[in-house]
């Protein structure tokens, strides 16, 4: 990726607001094949770390571009980001002809950039051992509170050291702002936007920050930026418990389930008793153990394509029917690891205490008597107590500016992740702005894996033709794959 060339942007003019001026424009990027695939080109540009010091130390953003199909029918770039925070834009790029039909891949360039502190593009690094150190979220005494906070403020000294000088400028704003820079880079008046999971924010703010530079915005998973800590970690865990029991009911009603006729409540309250007592292990990894964290961790993780299949396969094992080998993965020194400073950095989620963190879990167990929390929403909630850069981004409602397109929203019924209820909010926010078109079934984020989603979404960014108020599409039962 270094062999590309790089684009050296001027960029001072970014240092007053887009009210008040235009940036200067860019050199354009100097594109050359990835040494990844020959398809799709790379290039990179430098921006400032910090973009209120535009003559600051610089970091450099690496970008890939699918260039159209049909390029006498094209129109235009459609930037897309794969979510997260951590996903790799520019490994979606490549990814692109399993993921995006073959008309938008005709009609437009696919362009993915690499966040700022994410992938290629001067990533977030932490000490691995530091990494796999990291305390379960459920903490249940003020000892384990102590040992949180202690261990929050060593990683992020840990990272910074290693990150350089954008480790505490990782925020969605400082992305959208990147995202403009690549715009001009491109010499795109407008651009199209896709943006799934915790790539609908850059999406939102982008719109918010330049609305008229969009030509079409498609956000599939939906984030609300709005929640307060309370609201956020009630939601997400709503959501996770109606997967599990959605799980349970997929179950009951296929054959192929390999615990059909079983009392899964009870398997699953068994291993939570094993989980706490320390005494479960990874069926799969024999040699680790699995808390109870863990264990809500590995349903959560299955929930997102949905994998049941392949789930009920791992709760049978780990109930201690059948425990398969540990698959070997090398030993690594340093990792990426930018969620937590990303999310710390886009959320305020204070917690005062241990009474407070206690008080909070507590109820969330008690909505959610299997899934005890959302692992995603608890994870992002403690990982921010005792980090010690405040966030520059904080949640905010959504008021639509003057020039925005309309939107299109898909919210999924039982998404693990992205609530419904946040593709709910974010459309009575956005008001006629907003389409939202429900998916009636799993998982999270499903362009990819309904036809009827990808039928509507293609229609818009191709057509702008929306569709009709309430429209929605058919539940697809999951598939066995992932099993063996």
Known sequence: ???????????????????????????????????????????????????????????????????????????????????????????FTFDAPTFFGEQVRKQFDIVGMDPRGVGRSSPVLCSQDLIDAKPSPLVETAAQYTAVVDYNRKLAADCAARTGPVFPHVDTASVVRDVEAVRLALGEPQINFYGASYGSLIGEMYAERYPTRLRA?????????????????????????????????WCARDAKCVLR???????????????????????????????????????FSAFYEPQWYSFAYYLRDAAGLKIRPKIATPAVDIADHSFPAVICADWYLPITGFPDLHRRLSILAARAPQM?????????????????????????????????PAVLLIGTRHDPATTYVWAQRMAQQLGPKASLLTYEGWGHVNYNRSPCVAAAADKYLISLLRPAPGASCPPIEPQPFGVG
């Open 1 to 91: 990726m270094r062999a590309a060339v790089v684009a050296v942007l001027t960029l001072l003019a970014y240092a007053v607001s887009p009210a008040q001026a235009q940036p200067t424009p860019p050199l354009r990027i100097a594109w050359a094949p990835c040494p990844e695939d020959a398809k799709v080109q790379c290039g990179e540009m430098r921006v400032p770390a910090d973009w209120a010091d535009p003559a600051g130390p610089g970091i450099l953003l690496t970008i890939a571009r699918r260039p159209a199909l049909d390029p006498a029918h094209r129109l235009g770039a459609l930037l897309v980001n794969p979510g997260g925070p951590g996903g790799s834009a520019v490994d």
């Open 217 to 249: 915005l498609v956000l599939d998973g939906v984030m609300d930026h709005s929640a307060n800590v309370g609201t956020f970690l009630v939601q997400e865990t709503d959501a996770a418990q109606d997967s599990f029991r959605e799980f349970v009911a």
């Open 261 to 299: 006729g079983q009392d899964i409540d009870r398997i699953w309250a068994d291993l939570m008793v094993r989980a706490r007592a320390g005494t479960l292990r990874n069926p799969y990894d024999k040699l680790a153990a699995l808390d109870p964290a863990g264990l809500a961790q590995a349903a």
């Open 372 to 404: 005890l929390a959302s692992p995603l929403a608890i994870q992002a909630t403690v990982d921010c107590i005792g980090w010690p850069n405040p966030p520059t981004n904080p949640q905010h409602r959504f008021v639509p500016p003057a020039g925005m």
